[in-house]
């Protein structure tokens, strides 16, 4: 089958630093390693749509917006494949037959899925696409016999669960599908970014991220307000780095290469956390060191957005190329499963001329 790696976003807004961190910064290292067999990247606008139905026009403006990002991030439609979900209908169809082997238990344990319920208070009130959307994330992976899965550690109970759903399908029918494995990001602190508010989780939907379209003025004023220490009110006094966005943030981004040229003080984070925790580094000046970073690591992106931005019509050109070959592949998968299943009727002259026989 060769080493496949799949990977992709909700399309509901811009992609922010938690994306980046994520995997967005990884999927870019191994596209341009070429360690791979094929690399696909997608826009999960199906999925966004089981909590956004009321509101299609929001996946509607934002599919060319992540476009944008991925390639401004330095994604190449030469070294993967970008496509679109929903033009793939064989995911429908693969996600129908791999809900016949997960039960409503099963599902309901996920604790990716309790977490996003609670956030968009649905206990009462559970959309049946939003509840499935596990088993529509498993046929996105398996419909490409993806091998490798490079995101964040929130996702891991979703891989556990896509694995066992191979495994079902493999034991109950024949061998089809691989069972894919998980690639976290190599810095553990990037695993789960918090907002610049200091909660768990940078999101959207939560107003507390940093977009990587944000001009340099953008991200120096939520930089500015991000939350620190509440305990360390004067300069003088002892910091704590734990729980301190600033520092967080530091420890997914910064290089000794950026206190050489910013904050020549100090050698690297390590002294800089040394420092603080004893008392005369003042929030502001960690928080600019930080803007320094963070645009620095920006503004390359900034300059090939803005070069995309101006041919909007080949962006479209380039992801229905993308979807029209994920289709392609999706659909050898799909020919696949329905011979495993039997079910593959016009194809399978051992049961015409059984029923011939029969009826003879």
């Known amino acids: 089958?060769?080493?496949?790696?799949?990977?992709?976003?909700?399309?509901?807004?811009?992609?922010?630093?938690?994306?980046?961190?994520?995997?967005?910064?990884?999927?870019v290292q191994l596209q341009n390693a070429g360690d791979?067999?094929?690399?696909?990247?997608?826009?999960?606008?199906?999925?966004?749509?089981?909590?956004?139905?009321?509101?299609?026009?929001?996946?509607?403006?934002?599919?060319?917006e992540v476009a944008l990002d991925y390639l401004a991030a330095g994604l190449d439609p030469k070294l993967c494949t970008l496509y679109i979900q929903s033009q793939i209908p064989e995911l429908a169809?693969?996600?129908?037959?791999?809900?016949n082997l997960v039960t409503v238990s099963r599902v309901q344990r996920n604790p990716t899925v309790k977490t996003e319920i609670k956030m968009r208070n649905f206990e009462a009130n559970i959309p049946l696409g939003f509840?499935?959307?596990?088993?529509?994330?498993?046929?996105?992976?398996?419909?490409?016999?993806?091998?490798?899965?490079?995101?964040?550690?929130?996702?891991?109970?979703?891989?556990e669960l896509t694995r066992e759903l191979a495994r079902r399908f493999n034991q109950t029918y024949g061998e089809v599908f691989a069972e894919p494995e998980i690639m976290l990001p190599e810095n553990a602190t990037a695993r789960r970014l918090p907002g610049t508010d200091g909660k768990e989780k940078m999101s959207k939907?939560?107003?507390?991220?940093?977009?990587?379209?944000d001009d340099a003025d953008t991200v120096w004023t939520k930089v500015k307000s991000m939350y620190t220490d509440p305990t360390h009110l004067n300069v003088s006094d002892p910091?704590?780095?734990?729980?301190?966005?600033?520092?967080t943030y530091l420890d997914a981004f910064a290089?000794?290469?950026?206190?050489?040229?910013?904050?020549?003080?100090?050698?690297?984070?390590?002294?800089?956390?040394?420092?603080?925790?004893?008392?005369?580094?003042?929030?502001?000046?960690c928080k600019k060191l930080l803007n320094s970073v963070i645009n620095r690591m920006l503004e390359p992106m900034r300059m090939r957005r803005r070069t995309f931005e101006q041919d909007i019509p080949e962006i479209f050109n380039m992801?229905?190329?993308?979807?029209?070959?994920?289709?392609?592949?999706?659909?050898?998968?799909?020919?696949?499963?329905?011979?495993?299943?039997?079910?593959?009727?016009?194809?399978?002259?051992?049961l015409i001329q059984q029923q011939t026989e029969k009826f003879k």
């Open 131 to 159: 509840f499935c959307y596990p088993v529509s994330q498993a046929a996105d992976i398996l419909a490409f016999n993806a091998t490798t899965i490079p995101v964040g550690e929130d996702q891991e109970p979703m891989i």
């Open 255 to 285: 290089t000794d290469q950026d206190f050489a040229d910013f904050w020549p003080e100090f050698k690297n984070l390590d002294e800089l956390k040394a420092a603080y925790t004893q008392g005369g580094i003042g929030d502001m000046k």
């Open 239 to 247: 910091g704590h780095v734990e729980g301190n966005a600033v520092f």
């Open 93 to 99: 169809e693969l996600t129908t037959y791999l809900m």
């Open 319 to 350: 992801l229905k190329q993308g979807s029209d070959a994920a289709r392609e592949t999706a659909a050898q998968t799909m020919e696949a499963v329905k011979r495993a299943m039997q079910i593959d009727y016009f194809n399978d002259a051992a």
């Open 36 to 64: 791979f067999d094929r690399m696909f990247v997608f826009m999960a606008d199906v999925q966004a749509l089981t909590d956004n139905a009321d509101n299609p026009e929001k996946i509607r403006q934002n599919i060319v």
């Open 205 to 213: 939907s939560l107003g507390n991220c940093i977009y990587l379209s």
């Open 1 to 27: 089958m060769g080493k496949i790696i799949l990977t992709g976003d909700r399309p509901t807004g811009k992609l922010h630093l938690g994306h980046y961190v994520g995997s967005l910064r990884r999927r």
